[in-house]
C-alpha cells in the first residue's frame, strides 16, 4: 500500500507542485487558512481531482471549521474520511486519527499537556498500523528557534503512547521546520509538512510504501 502524505498547507493546496498517485493519501492536519467553511468546499473539491483512491483528513490547530461547526464541516467534506479519535480500517490497514496538540496560544484543538492529553492518547487502540496526529511527539520533528535556542515543543504523553505500539508509521505536522523522515525502532514517523516555516506550500510530499501484512 503507497501512502502519500501531506500536512499544513494552510488553504495553500493549489499551489503545491505534484502530489504523486497513491492508494491513500493523508493529509496530517491545518488544510484551511482561516479555519472556515469555504475553506473547507474548496478543500474538498480539490481533493476531488485528486486521484488517490481512499483519502484521510484529520484536524489541526487552525481549522476551526471542524471544532465550531463540526457537523457542517464534515458535510462539506465529502472527498475524504474525516478521522477525529475515530480509526478506519482500509485493505487490512488499520488508521487511527487525531487533532488534539498541546495547548498554545488560542488555537483549535489544544489541550493542557498531561492527563487531558493522555486520555486522548488512550484512545488509540492497540492494534493501531498507522497512527495521525496533527503534533508530533516530544523529541521527533518538534525543534523550533526561540532566538539562538532550539526547544523540543512536542507532545510527551504522545512520545509516551506511542512507544506502547507497535506501529508501522505515525503521520504528523504542526512544526513545518520539523519536516521530513524520522524512525525510531521499526516505527517510521514522518512529519509532512507542506508549508516551510515561512508558510511557503514548498516540502514535497512524502512517500511510504506500506506492506500489506501486519508484523
Not at 505536522?173 to 521530513?180: K, Q, R, S, T, V
Amino acid at each position: 500500500m503507497k501512502l502519500v502524505c501531506i500536512s499544513d498547507t494552510h488553504s495553500l493546496h493549489r499551489r503545491i507542485p505534484d502530489i504523486p498517485d497513491g492508494d491513500v493519501l493523508i493529509h496530517a492536519g491545518d488544510c484551511l487558512g482561516q479555519g472556515t467553511l469555504e475553506n473547507v468546499r474548496d478543500f474538498n473539491d480539490w481533493l476531488g481531482t485528486l486521484p488517490h483512491r481512499h483519502k484521510i483528513v484529520v484536524a489541526g490547530n487552525h481549522d476551526w471549521a471542524f471544532q465550531e461547526t463540526p457537523e457542517l464541516a464534515r458535510e462539506a467534506l465529502t472527498e475524504a474520511i474525516y478521522l477525529e479519535d475515530s480509526g478506519v480500517e482500509i485493505e487490512g490497514v488499520r488508521f487511527w486519527g487525531s487533532p488534539w496538540t498541546p495547548a498554545f496560544m488560542n488555537w483549535a484543538f489544544m489541550l493542557d499537556r498531561g492527563e487531558p492529553l493522555y486520555k486522548k492518547w488512550l484512545l488509540i487502540p492497540d492494534n493501531t498500523d498507522v497512527l495521525i496526529t496533527h503534533g508530533p511527539p516530544k523529541g521527533i520533528g518538534d525543534e523550533v528557534m526561540l532566538g539562538s535556542n532550539a526547544l523540543n515543543v512536542g507532545c510527551e504523553q504522545l512520545l509516551d503512547r506511542i512507544q506502547q505500539l507497535l506501529l508501522k508509521a505515525h503521520v504528523f505536522g504542526h512544526i513545518h521546520e520539523g519536516y521530513g523522515e524520522y524512525l525510531q525502532g521499526e516505527t517510521r514517523l514522518i512529519n509532512a509538512s507542506t508549508c516551510n516555516e515561512r508558510y511557503m506550500p514548498e516540502n514535497t510530499p512524502v512517500v511510504l510504501d506500506l506492506p500489506l501484512q501486519r508484523g
